[in-house]
């Protein structure tokens, strides 16, 4: 893949996602995936959140750590990895974001998301302002956020891929899913036309990129495997992004960091 033609940048614009995109073939991606597991299975640099924060999206990404929180071991490893900051910059993915957002680019976060085999749905939602808590300022100022959301193992309709209703550009009417104070904001039902709903599976090595009002959402995973992905958030260096851990920084990967607003990692070796 190299960069995007006009009209799936104007597809991007007016539907609010986009994918399949290539990234490497499944053969790559099943060669990085032994890599992957053992990253997966030693902490990084994010601390366990205390117990109240581990509620709604956090409650379901729980997969067979016994209980434990999972945050240590998913989130942001692109940090302390150099695997998973290969696949952060991986050229393809640059290309399609250069393509959408210019040349200066950040990522602020990123996430592995593993659906266990039996693992639930993640009902409707939008990104925007999903991250913090109702009333809570969202943490990036000005609010600009995408996700590249890639595709480690096989994602079907079965393992529970991504939905999504296209053309959804509005902010809508959320409620937290639960009494948690860091609890996903999900869109009430009455909100979603789910009769235009469209699947996007995706083959090991793909993705899909998808702005902060796609609203999207996942099935249970009835495949008998594991279901992993990584999610990457990407902004520009032009949004103020609040540290969400101790240590947290942004990392450049495309252009420079012409505003000097955010504290920059290094990349890990
Ligand atoms: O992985 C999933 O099933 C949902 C992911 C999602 O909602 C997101 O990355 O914003």
């Given at each position: 893949m190299s960069d995007l033609t006009q009209q799936q940048r104007d597809s991007y614009r007016e539907q609010g996602f986009l994918g399949p995109l290539t990234l490497m073939s499944v053969a790559e991606m099943e060669a990085l995936r032994p890599e992957l597991a053992a990253v997966l299975d030693s902490p990084g640099r994010a601390p366990a959140p205390a117990a109240e924060q581990v509620e709604g999206r956090l409650a379901n990404l729980?997969?067979?750590?016994?209980?434990?929180?999972p945050v240590p071991y998913i989130e942001s490893r692109h940090l302390d990895s150099p695997a998973v900051h290969r696949l952060i910059t991986h050229p393809a993915l640059l290309a399609a974001a250069r393509a959408l957002y210019g040349e200066d680019l950040l990522v602020w976060r990123s996430t592995f998301i593993a659906k266990a085999s039996g693992g639930p749905e993640f009902q409707w939602h939008q990104d925007w302002g999903g991250v913090y808590a109702p009333g809570e300022e969202y943490g990036l100022e000005p609010p600009l956020h995408f996700t590249f959301w890639i595709a480690v193992s096989d994602v079907t309709e079965d393992s529970g891929c991504l939905r999504f209703v296209p053309g959804t550009r509005a902010v809508l009417p959320a409620r937290p899913s639960g009494p948690g104070r860091r609890a996903t904001l999900l869109v009430p039902?009455?909100?979603?036309?789910?009769?235009r709903a469209v699947s996007l599976p995706l083959r090991p090595g793909q993705c899909a990129v998808f702005t902060d009002r796609a609203l999207h959402a996942s099935g249970v995973n009835t495949s008998g495997a594991e279901r992993l992905a990584l999610a990457v958030r990407m902004t520009v260096p032009a949004v103020k992004v609040r540290p969400h851990f101790p240590g947290h920084a942004c990392t450049l990967v495309s252009g420079q960091d012409r505003a000097g607003l955010n504290r920059l990692a290094e990349p890990p070796r």
């Open positions: 729980v997969a067979g750590r016994g209980g434990a929180s039902p009455e909100h979603v036309d789910e009769s």
